[in-house]
């Protein structure tokens, strides 16, 4: 059973990369700590990664993106705008975390694999691209005072690639 639902994920990306743009060879599927799950990676056109995660045990796919840190002076207006995104925006799929060994805000959707065909993957793949690289640029634009444009949709999706 476990076979299967690996072969399913695997083919779920393939054919989601595939109605994007890009292409994922079966070796770029990799094993992390736990030997029942398997995890790859796309690269984003705005230097972000997507990690992208099958546990097998609760049967989910979880799609992770590193924004950067938390700003270290002020940042509270950063974290009342994270928080009211978890609670307001509207694919409630997509949820704001700190990760607590650095600060570093990390942006999860996370689906059943039994909800995700190609079609609903490339989907959320590209939602959760768009909405981490909006939020990573206005969060770099709050850090900085140049002022610093978001790239358009299209070329997000058609400079998505395997990173590895």
Not at 84 to 93: P, V
Not at 109 to 135: G, H, K
Request: with cysteine; glycine share 2%.
């Amino acid at each position: 059973m476990e076979r299967e639902r690996h072969s399913q994920f695997v083919d779920v990306i393939r054919a989601a990369a595939v109605m994007i743009g890009t292409e994922v060879p079966i070796e770029d599927f990799k094993e992390p700590d736990a030997p029942d799950d398997l995890r790859c990676q796309f690269q984003l056109a705005s230097g972000l990664s997507i990690e992208v995660d099958f546990d097998s045990e609760a049967d989910l796919v979880s799609l992770r993106v590193s924004l950067g840190c938390l700003p270290s002076s002020d940042n509270s207006f950063i974290v009342k705008l994270l928080l009211k995104a978890n609670l307001f925006h509207k694919d409630h799929n997509n949820i704001f975390a700190l990760s607590p060994e650095n600060d570093e805000i990390i942006l999860l959707s996370s689906a059943p694999l039994d909800r995700l065909d190609p079609e609903r993957m490339a989907e959320r793949i590209v939602s959760v691209a768009e909405f981490a690289s909006s939020w990573s640029l206005f969060i770099a634009k709050y850090n900085s005072s140049a002022p610093i444009e978001a790239p358009a949709a299209t070329e997000l999706i058609s400079e998505f690639r395997i990173w590895s």
